[in-house]
């Protein structure tokens, strides 16, 4: 018999707890869990490296919402927008794990975070008071390449989608009125540098990098550094990676969004950390 290796990422431990024993009770089913989203990345990292990758992630939208003192994980900037820790974590686990299925679990039914879950990559959305016989369903259902929302949930989702791609256009669009250097300006205004910091970054005078941020603000029709960043998180464009050398003019790549992955934590296969 084939088995199911599952994860349950919670930062409630009772419910991870319950959760990873009713699983486990499936005789095709083995079962983690991690009680935050950096415990989860080693344990996916861990069990990659031992040959046993797991199959389905199970992740709560709320994650790092929880009690005072409660782990988060950060795997994309804290600028970007409506980001919530859950459905970080799912966009993390597709950069560095994209085989493994994600279902988002939620305290109640909200299209717009739903939408935002399938954007970064999940294959589901479950309500965490459905059934077991659901829930295992549902996993089943995503190896299958089948995406499972609430029938509730999927006009308001398909109108969130269809929102988010109209704006993301009309970003893009604006990106691409700027020349290859002011995008370069662009990017290092992603990656949080000021104005004195990109200037020794592109071996420009602060006047000049001046010049091109306020060309940067016109083209895009924002008023503000933040604002900037924003639209260009929409439009796709990602940081400036600050270890590498600047790209010479005309040969600018796009970037990924997201920051580098919390490993630096510790967790228990079969329990939350």
Known sequence: MARIRVLVVDDHRVFAESLAAALAAEPDVDVAAAG???????CLERGAAEGRRFDVLLVDAELGTGPPGAAVARVVPDDAEGAVDGISLVAGVRQVQPAVRTVVLAEKDDPRRAA?????????????????????????????????LPPALLTGVLRELTAARKHRTDSERLVESLTPREREVLRCMVAGLGRKAVAERLFLSPHTVRTHMQNVLGKLGVHSTLAAVALARRAGVGPAQLGEAPARLGEIP????GAPLARDVVERPGQPA
């Open 36 to 42: 935050s989203g950096p415990a989860a990345l080693r």
């Open 116 to 148: 935002l879950a399938l954007q970064a990559g999940a294959s589901g959305w479950v309500a965490k008071d459905c059934s077991l016989q659901r829930l295992l369903a549902v996993v089943r259902g995503v190896l299958r390449d089948e995406t499972h």
């Open 254 to 257: 796009a970037q990924p969004d």
